[in-house]
């Protein structure tokens, strides 16, 4: 019985995601072109890195990045503790 329910759940979330991607129009999907071009403008002087991903991913945009990873680590130390049966940790 436990079976099935996470079968039919699984397909429940599979289904409704394959709706969600079905109605989303991707031909009039608009982008922010003002940042683009301010990077494209703005990039070498600023960062004086010659590759704009570089310059982008480094400079502009590390402390999301650092954020983000110091994030991921906290949530996967909580999961592998979570995770940690009461005998394993005597």
């Given amino acids: ?5 996470k079968i039919a759940v ?4 599979t289904l409704l995601m394959i ?3 079905l109605h989303f129009d991707y031909d009039e999907t608009l ?13 070498l002087e ?3 890195s010659k590759n704009l991903v570089t310059a982008i991913y480094l400079d ?10 110091s994030l991921l680590l ?7 503790f979570m995770t940690i049966k009461d005998e394993d940790m005597l």
Avoid: C, H, P, W
């Fill in 19 to 21: 709706q969600i991607l």
């Fill in 74 to 80: 906290i949530v996967v130390t909580g999961i592998a």
């Fill in 60 to 69: 502009y945009r590390l402390f999301d990045s650092f954020f983000e990873a």
């Fill in 46 to 48: 600023e960062t004086s």
């Fill in 31 to 43: 982008y922010n072109t003002a940042s683009q071009s301010y990077y494209v403008e703005n990039g």
């Fill in 10 to 13: 699984a397909l429940f979330i």
């Fill in 1 to 5: 019985m436990k079976r099935f329910k």
